[in-house]
């Protein structure tokens, strides 16, 4: 564990040195720690020899370690529409980034709902997929975006937050491209999930064969809220929304019928640590 070379040797949440954490799990790889704080982050890894292009095309499923983005895209681009939704109850319509575009799920969701939509990937094989359905979509890191200040109007980001070990830069730069009074989608692994926290050695967040090697830092509803509003943003929901005040108006009915039933269930799901991801939605306060 010792001779692995740092990864990370501050949190990146409270700037706390690695003698505030105790160790979560731990393989010849790599080490994962908890800050005092609460985060969980990387603290020290080995390189791995076969993470050349490690986000093309067989991350996207097109190898037998592939993570299936390619499958089920109809029930992706649902859950997608749920979740921009879940955006504008908080902010006003606009144009669209989706950091992290992978092929395409969000930009279709948002180009439905009348949205102008454009994506940002790491990946060549992801960007060449989007461009391919005739979406704008541009290489960019999440430290560096290649857009103009407040071109944006809603960012969305998915399961992206914990593949950086500094999300200081990636929020500063959301901030950035983001209108004042726009809105921030971001769902995002459960660093308090139960399966996780009961044998953390054997879950697949940090099982270098799994999650383990890609992801940098794991995060509750407090840390990121507390990242956040570090970064200057507003938390203005954590958890999935019962209504949605831009959806048709048979489908608001519905859902406030069914409200009370999916705030018990959502109230029980976080009793039993059973949330595997989180959604939260913040906002970029007008002054």
């Known amino acids: 564990m010792n ?3 740092p990864v990370l040797t501050r949190c990146p949440l409270c700037d706390a040195g690695v003698e505030t954490t105790r160790v979560v799990a731990t393989y010849p790889e790599l080490t994962w720690v908890r800050c ?15 993470a050349v292009d490690f986000y093309e095309g067989g991350y996207f499923g097109t190898g037998e370690q592939g993570r299936k983005y390619t499958q089920r ?6 859950k997608s529409r749920n979740q921009i939704l879940d955006l504008l109850n908080h902010a006003p319509p606009g144009p669209l980034l989706d950091i992290g575009c992978s092929m395409g799920y969000t930009l279709e969701a948002a180009r439905s709902l009348g949205l102008t939509p454009t994506g940002s990937d790491i990946s060549e094989f992801a960007l060449e997929q989007c461009r391919a359905l ?6 960019g890191e999440l430290g560096r975006l290649p857009f103009a200040d407040g071109e944006f109007g809603l960012v969305t980001m998915k399961h992206v937050l914990e593949h950086t070990p500094d999300p200081r830069a990636a929020l500063r730069e959301v901030r950035r491209v983001l209108r ?3 809105g921030l989608f971001i769902a995002i ?10 044998r953390p050695q054997e879950s697949q967040f940090y099982l270098p064969t799994r999650h383990g090697r890609e992801h940098f830092v794991y995060y509750t509803p407090a840390t990121l809220t507390r990242l ?5 943003f507003r938390v203005a929901r954590v958890n999935p929304a019962l209504l949605h005040r831009r959806a048709g108006a048979a489908r608001r009915v519905g859902e406030a019928l069914a409200a009370p039933f999916r ?20 906002v970029r306060p007008e002054a």
């Open 180 to 182: 004042p009074g726009g």
């Open 73 to 78: 895209r109809k029930r992706r681009v649902q």
């Open 263 to 282: 705030a018990l269930g959502q109230a029980l799901v976080d009793v039993v640590q059973a949330r595997k991801e989180f959604w939260l939605v913040a």
């Open 3 to 5: 001779d692995q070379p």
């Open 228 to 232: 956040l509003e570090g970064e200057g």
């Open 189 to 198: 692994p459960h660093g308090g999930y139960g399966k996780s926290l009961r």
């Open 134 to 139: 005739g979406f704008r979509a541009e290489r």
């Open 36 to 50: 005092d704080c609460g985060l969980i982050y990387k603290r020290s890894e080995h390189p791995d020899p076969a």
